[in-house]
């Protein structure tokens, strides 16, 4: 009871509050909505051209006239998935399953076969209506927003709120799992931790784009790659165990006793909060990294971001969900978050398996730092060209909310994510709704270029009733 009586216990009751209303009764059906609306009408473009995402993946650097170098379709690629791929995927899974049961893991993975769409198609717009900057392309929803709908007001609500989002309420998530992380496998002081966090995501933030898609495209994978090569050790090490884990997954799900007992809902909600909070589709984070990368069709770019919610999810979280399931530990009630996770895999492979939990954590986790960091200096610049403001915001989200991060507590900054998440996505698809019919006409495009056996060119010409408010595609 102290807790709560204590100023952070009802901070965290009065944001909770606010963010389960907001997506109980609005976020779930408009996110849901959208993405089965945009399936269905691009003709399950995330299904029948994944063949297609890996090929354009293979993309390597352009070089620009004067001898520099665009951002390459794999380093944007690299950028969004290092965002995405982090806390979501080690803590945000294990919180999801200790909230919700193994059912929320379903919902996990429908909001990402689904929601692949809604990264097409988001995606597809960044790069229609991007711009030129000083070292690279840059976009997003806060340029669609103000280009496609003619609505700046509604571009600099946008770029408010993923500023505070990613810049700010997200880094202080990550920080806070490193720092969980490493105090539960090497018994190391959070707020040491926090302040060589701290120290480190200020030395590389202020480097820019250039800096954090090389660091991403390296990190990424290896990353990426060896918790997979563990995940599938351990699962093959129970291979008999999943066919009763994958039936009480969507037992769960749907099951008379969660219907029953009310919690049916929660379950849903919690499966799609910590999937979207994992791979962002929707949520208009992934275009400030797609509008960067230098390709000849909008399209080949929405279609590998549309690879990334994957890639993520279905991979990535999915060996996650089958770690925890497989030990049994989330039964226990004893641990949440990273930990939950760290105790599944000394449950299977001894004490080795939280020390490795903690490395990975840190690169997953720093990734997506300086991935976040990105995002919100995009709209940073959208909103002003004042160098003393984008001074102060590297400096608050790479330094001040990191080290918030790392002594504040799971639940407040897991709560503060949660509403801002919300509220951006509901911002974002609000605008992508009404600007769906473009992409749908760039596919239409693209598949016939296909078709007649060339490599897809885009001219803005070919949309003359927006071709003025075109900054690119000349």
Request: with cysteine; hydrophobic share 50%; proline share 2%.
């Amino acid at each position: 009871m102290g807790e709560f009586f204590s100023a952070e216990g009802w901070l965290n009751v009065a944001i909770t509050t606010i963010q389960d209303y907001i997506w109980t009764y609005l976020l779930i059906a408009v996110l849901l909505g959208c993405a089965v609306y945009f399936t269905v009408r691009s003709g399950f473009v995330q299904f029948r051209m994944l063949g297609e995402m890996i090929k354009l993946l293979g993309s390597s650097n352009k070089k620009k006239e004067n001898g520099g170098k665009q951002i390459s379709s794999f380093q944007a690629f690299a950028v969004s998935v290092a965002s995405s791929v982090g806390t979501g995927n080690l803590a945000g899974v294990a919180l999801a399953i200790t909230t919700g049961g193994p059912g929320a893991v379903f919902w996990m993975w429908l909001i990402a076969l689904l929601g692949s769409a809604t990264a097409f198609v988001e995606s597809t717009l960044a790069q229609l209506f991007k711009t030129k900057g000083e070292h690279s392309f840059i976009g997003g929803p806060a340029y669609y927003m103000k280009k496609g709908l003619h609505k700046p007001w509604m571009g600099s609500l946008f770029a408010i709120l993923l500023t505070c989002t990613f810049g700010f309420s997200y880094n202080s998530i990550q920080s806070n799992t490193i720092c969980s992380a490493m105090e539960k496998a090497f018994g190391f002081d959070p707020f040491i931790v926090g302040i060589i966090l701290t120290v480190i995501s200020l030395s590389v933030v202020f480097g820019g784009i250039q800096r954090i898609s090389k660091v991403s495209s390296v990190l990424v994978p290896v990353m990426a790659v060896g918790y997979i090569i563990l995940a599938v050790f351990i699962i093959g090490m129970n291979i008999t165990m999943i066919p009763g884990i994958i039936k009480h997954i969507f037992a769960q799900a749907f099951g008379l006793e969660q219907f029953a007992g009310g919690t049916l809902g929660a379950v849903l909600m919690t499966g799609i909060k910590r999937g979207l909070f994992s791979n962002e589709a929707g949520e208009g984070s992934a275009p400030n990294a797609a509008a960067t990368s230098d390709v000849s069709h909008p399209v080949k770019q929405g279609l590998i971001q549309s690879l990334a919610v994957f890639t993520d999810t279905i991979l990535i979280c999915s060996c996650t969900a089958f770690i925890i399931l497989i030990s049994g530990e989330y039964q226990n009630g004893m641990s949440d978050g990273i930990v939950l996770t760290q105790s599944a895999l000394e449950h299977e492979v001894g004490s080795i398996g939280s020390i490795f939990i903690a490395c990975a954590i840190l690169s997953f986790a720093f990734s997506s730092i300086i991935g976040n960091y990105f995002y919100g200096e995009t709209n940073v610049r959208y909103l002003t060209k004042s160098k003393l403001v984008l001074t102060l915001y590297r400096i608050c989200s790479g330094g001040v909310v990191v080290m918030f991060g790392a002594v504040a507590s799971l639940q407040l900054v897991w709560s503060f994510g949660d509403l801002f998440m919300a509220l951006l996505t509901a911002c974002n698809l609000t605008a992508v709704i009404l600007l769906s019919h473009y992409p749908m006409r760039l596919l239409k495009d693209y598949l016939a270029q296909k078709k007649a056996g060339k490599d897809p060119v885009f001219h803005k010409s070919q949309l003359p009733e927006i071709e003025n408010d075109l900054d690119c595609w000349e």
